[in-house]
């Protein structure tokens, strides 16, 4: 158990549709980073938080956005959902700031399986 | 960006050592190499980091010739529990950017 947690574990919508999935980082973890990772594609990373500002930026479409809030739980929002956006959604944490320059070992959870049909 | 290359997969038996290597062009001198592992429905699982030379834990081995431009996870008397994805994440743009590996498939063998 990596101690960050996600909910929910599974997801099944509908093309054209929003969903919000959520992440809870270890404790006393200031960074969260969500990835995608799909059979095509492999594993992406999608954005970084730190401390409730965004950090990094990575393969993140427009159609998506993130937030981290005040008591460091962050939300990964997906809307015009695609079939392409079928994929498992992971989030990690860290207690680091930068992405490099610096020892930074993440640590994920479970995931999101999200279905778009 | 950085752009990495793995093997796609590896056949091992219980016991031997095993190396993989992961190519890595256009990484900052001081930008540390990741390795994770990951089992079938579950999040990767950090191994082992380090940005020159040789790194070692526990649990494995990463060296890094003095390019930089490539690195070698290297796992000791692997076992069956290890038959898993090794994935290596090298941080790129500017360090704005991190960029996974393809991932190699390992498989060990009784």
Known sequence: DSGVTQTPKHLITATGQRVTLRCSPRSGDLSVYWYQQSL???LQFLIQYYNGEERAKGNILERFSAQQFPDLHSELNLSSLELGD???YFCASSDRPQLA???NEQFFGPGTRLTVL | LAKTTQPISMDSYEGQEVNITCSHNNIATNDYITWYQQF???GPRFIIQGYKTKVTNEVASLFIPADRKSSTLSLP????????VYYCLVPSNAGNMLTFGGGTRLMVKP
């Open chain 2, 40 to 42: 079938p429905s579950q």
């Open chain 2, 77 to 84: 008397r692997v076992s069956l529990s290890d038959t898993a």
């Open chain 1, 101 to 103: 320059a610096s020892y």
């Open chain 1, 40 to 42: 095509d594609q492999g």
């Open chain 1, 86 to 88: 079928s994929a498992l």
